[in-house]
């Protein structure tokens, strides 16, 4: 069956560290892979997309890596702060299915001072 | 550009009441989704739609409907309410492309069903 995996345990970083979080899927073979962040009480916020024929894709302090044949996305938030404290989802899209996506459970990022 | 909304922000219903939970968008999206996200689950979505007139169920439909008479407005309907839709509703619209691309989230509406 189809799985998307995302570590369940909140991960605890101190400030100033690099900060991975890994999404790795079984039974998938996306065209793109993207990433959200989740505030409590909110809703999703997009943050990078990255297509299958890209390795890596950069945005200010985040990198996120996409290796097709290990099935999975690596998403690194670099100097980490308190403020990148929240959940990050992870979602890829079916091919053959549209624009539809399909979302992992999510991982809590805590940044401590 | 108020981007995606949604009311009401949080409902209680009985078992067995109905409701229509709201959403719109004004960045002109031909695609719209709802999705519910459970306490420790991913989200999970109920219907979509890729135009007015056109809608289609997604991988949690049962006990919904939906219809898009317009661009803006996407409404859910709960017919029959039941505690298994407990949940926190989120509607998204996404601009029409060949290839996913971003969507954009409306603040949630949380439902609980007792």
């Known amino acids: 069956s189809q799985k998307i995996e995302q570590n369940s345990e909140a991960l605890n970083i101190q400030e100033g560290k690099t900060a991975t979080l890994t999404c790795n899927y079984t039974?998938?073979?996306?065209?793109?892979l993207q990433w959200y962040r989740q505030d409590p009480g909110r809703g999703p916020v997009f943050l990078l997309l990255?297509?299958?024929?890209?390795k890596e894709k950069r945005k200010e302090r985040l990198k996120v890596t996409f290796d097709t044949t290990l099935k999975q996305s690596l998403f690194h938030i670099t100097a980490s702060q308190p403020a990148d404290s929240a959940t990050y989802l992870c979602?890829?899209?079916?091919?053959?299915?549209?624009?539809?996506?399909?979302f992992g459970t999510g991982t809590q990022l805590k940044v401590e001072l | 550009n108020a981007g995606v909304t949604q009311t009401p922000k949080f409902r209680i219903l009985k078992i067995g009441q109905s409701m229509t939970l709201q959403c719109a968008q004004d960045?002109?999206?031909?695609?719209m989704y709802w999705y519910r996200q459970d306490p420790g689950m991913g989200l999970k979505l109920i219907y979509y739609?890729?135009?007015?007139?056109?809608?289609d169920k997604g991988e949690v439909p049962n006990g919904y409907n939906v219809s898009r008479s317009t661009t803006e407005d996407f409404p859910l309907r709960l017919e029959l309410a039941a505690p298994s839709q407990t949940s926190v509703y989120f509607c998204?619209?996404?601009?029409?492309?060949?290839?996913?691309?971003?969507?954009?989230f409306g603040p949630g509406t949380r439902l609980t069903v007792l």
């Open positions: 979602a890829l899209d079916p091919k053959g299915g549209g624009n539809k996506l399909t």
């Open positions: 039974n998938y073979s996306p065209a793109y």
């Open positions: 990255i297509r299958e024929n890209e």
């Open positions: 960045m002109n999206h031909n695609y």
């Open positions: 739609s890729v135009g007015a007139g056109i809608t």
């Open positions: 998204a619209s996404e601009t029409t492309g060949d290839h996913p691309d971003e969507q954009f």
